[in-house]
């Protein structure tokens, strides 16, 4: 399977029709959290066995490995997991999104494509335009997570965010874990192979003010 998908590629310009988020979860009061480019999913299945008062969505751009999500998350019929495939910029741009990115708690972008070429970094997720439209809906006090091993693209990306003046950097020493998505800090799938190979993580916190 190739690794590498364009998002801008005209694949992509059909977005599949969002569910409420009552047709997506069992108990849609439950916070939300959002996982961009979650690739199969494991990440979000280890969050949602754990915490089942929270509620998790994904969005992955590579078609194979939502079917393959989607129906184990039937099988298992795990009630507070959902996923989405497309292009994570396209399917939120979409004014039937807004209403979920008015719920979300957090969204995570962990360890997105860092296409390295500088004629590729327009296919990088976090564009300034994305932003806007997260920052347009998100709530007061809702967080995004950046994570990354490619120190270019967290440079690239904080500051995107940082020139957005409706998000502010959270010292990451103070922030209490215990309350977010991810109190028991489960790690990707990258992150697991970043860490066994003694990489550097670049990571950051930022909180709709
Ligand atoms: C390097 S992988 C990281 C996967 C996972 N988050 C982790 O940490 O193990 C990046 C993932 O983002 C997906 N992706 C890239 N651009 C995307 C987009 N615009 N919308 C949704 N998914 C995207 C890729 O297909 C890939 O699965």
Redesign the pocket.
Known sequence: MR???N?LSNN?DETEIIPSLMEMFDDSKFPLHL?????SG??LFDLALVNKNWNYLG????EK?VKTAKLKMQEREIKNLYFIF??????LNDFYCELIIKNLKSIS??????WFKKRHHK?R?IQPEFINVLSKSMQKGSLIFV?TDVKDLFDDMDFIITRNSNFKKINQKYYNYSESFNPNKVL????K?VIDNHLDIFQRIYIKI
Do not use: M, S
């Open positions: 690794q590498h998908v998002p992509f996982d961009i480019g979650c690739a494991e990440f969005i992955e751009i590579r490995l497309g292009n994570a910029n396209k399917i972008f962990n360890f997105p494509d860092p296919r997720v994570k990707t799938n990258r992150e192979y």
